[in-house]
């Protein structure tokens, strides 16, 4: 079984693919300025849960990339049913590979998935690029929440920084950091657990499958990982960034 066959398993019974809320992507959206008529870029989509909040709530039209065909799927039959297919398209693709406009977005979203470009500041400097000169950058990332990781796990996690270090990285882009939306404890809670629960129902349901084992694996190297270390040490918040383009004369900062 393929990675992505896990990733659908484990995220079946979820819609926003990430320890948020619906009533938090909506502030994602209002701190984004995002409205009618406005063009967003969603880079690693999923089943489109955040496009679709902001579609009904804000007027939005957009495209969301997803490299899984199953989130794709099912993104294309929400939004369908939602009556939102004229508005959102969806494409299938691994989202480095997608050629877009540049300069014509609004705002340029990549909600958990900046391991798409390798890390937080590649993230930046391929997705400023989508959005024009006043436009904004939403970026949902995880943190290290001190900086004595356990070595084991940080060795595991290369690219997470700790959040004086994300903020470097975005004035360095030319951005500054204009609000933080933290997942709660409850909100983790929540996104692991349905995980779990999806991977448990799939074991359930498959106890013959010749996949069980790396299955049952996944689910226990999961649920340890989280209880032993990411739990204790790594945060997630959706980070929305600002374009700074100059700064007073004279100013020292
Ligand atoms: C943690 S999920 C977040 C999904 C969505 N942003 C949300 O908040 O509901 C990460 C997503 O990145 C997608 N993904 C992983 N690698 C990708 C790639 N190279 N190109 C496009 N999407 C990718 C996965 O299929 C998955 O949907």
Same mark, same amino acid.
């Given at each position: 079984?393929?990675?992505?066959?896990?990733?659908?398993?484990?995220?079946?019974?979820?819609?926003?693919?990430?320890? @948020?809320?619906? /009533?938090?992507? #909506?502030?994602?959206?209002? #701190?984004?300025?995002?409205?009618?008529?406005?063009?967003?870029?969603?880079?690693?989509?999923? +089943?489109?849960?955040?496009? *679709?909040?902001?579609?009904?709530?804000?007027?939005?039209?957009?495209?969301?990339?997803?490299? @899984?065909?199953?989130? +794709?799927?099912?993104?294309?039959?929400?939004?369908?049913?939602?009556?939102?297919?004229?508005?959102?398209?969806?494409?299938?693709?691994?989202?480095?590979?997608?050629?877009?406009?540049?300069?014509?977005?609004? %705002?340029? =979203? +990549?909600?958990? %998935? =900046?391991?798409?470009?390798?890390?937080?500041? &590649?993230?930046?400097?391929?997705?400023?690029?989508?959005?024009?000169?006043?436009?904004?950058?939403?970026?949902?990332?995880?943190?290290?929440?001190?900086?004595?990781?356990? $070595?084991?796990?940080?060795?595991?996690?290369?690219?997470?920084? *700790? /959040? $004086?270090?994300? *903020?470097?990285? *975005?004035?360095?882009?030319?951005?500054?950091?204009?609000?933080?939306?933290?997942?709660?404890?409850?909100?983790?809670?929540?996104?692991?657990?349905?995980?779990?629960?999806?991977?448990?129902?799939?074991? /359930?349901?498959?106890? =013959?499958? $010749?996949?069980?084992?790396?299955?049952?694996?996944?689910?226990? =190297?999961? &649920?340890?990982?989280?209880?032993?270390?990411?739990?204790?040490?790594?945060?997630?918040?959706?980070?929305?960034?600002?374009?700074?383009? @100059?700064?007073?004369?004279?100013?020292?900062?």
């Amino acid at each position: 079984m393929e990675f992505f066959d896990l990733m659908s398993i484990s995220h079946r019974y979820m819609e926003i693919l990430n320890p @948020s809320t619906p /009533e938090k992507i #909506i502030k994602l959206g209002k #701190i984004l300025k995002l409205k009618k008529g406005n063009r967003v870029i969603d880079f690693g989509c999923g +089943c489109a849960e955040p496009l *679709t909040i902001w579609a009904e709530e804000f007027g939005i039209t957009g495209i969301g990339i997803d490299i @899984s065909k199953d989130f +794709c799927d099912r993104a294309k039959k929400k939004l369908g049913g939602r009556r939102l297919s004229d508005q959102i398209e969806i494409v299938c693709s691994p989202a480095d590979d997608y050629v877009f406009e540049e300069g014509a977005f609004d %705002a340029a =979203t +990549c909600i958990g %998935a =900046t391991f798409i470009w390798g890390g937080y500041k &590649q993230t930046i400097q391929a997705m400023k690029r989508a959005i024009h000169q006043n436009g904004r950058l939403g970026i949902g990332e995880t943190h290290w929440l001190s900086n004595q990781v356990n $070595p084991e796990y940080a060795q595991k996690q290369t690219t997470t920084h *700790t /959040e $004086p270090e994300l *903020t470097q990285i *975005t004035r360095d882009e030319g951005f500054e950091l204009e609000y933080i939306i933290r997942a709660s404890h409850n909100d983790w809670d929540r996104y692991i657990s349905d995980g779990w629960y999806g991977l448990i129902r799939w074991l /359930e349901e498959n106890s =013959t499958h $010749p996949d069980y084992e790396q299955v049952f694996k996944h689910f226990r =190297t999961d &649920q340890d990982d989280y209880l032993k270390f990411q739990n204790q040490y790594m945060g997630w918040a959706m980070y929305c960034l600002a374009p700074m383009k @100059s700064r007073p004369k004279g100013s020292q900062l």
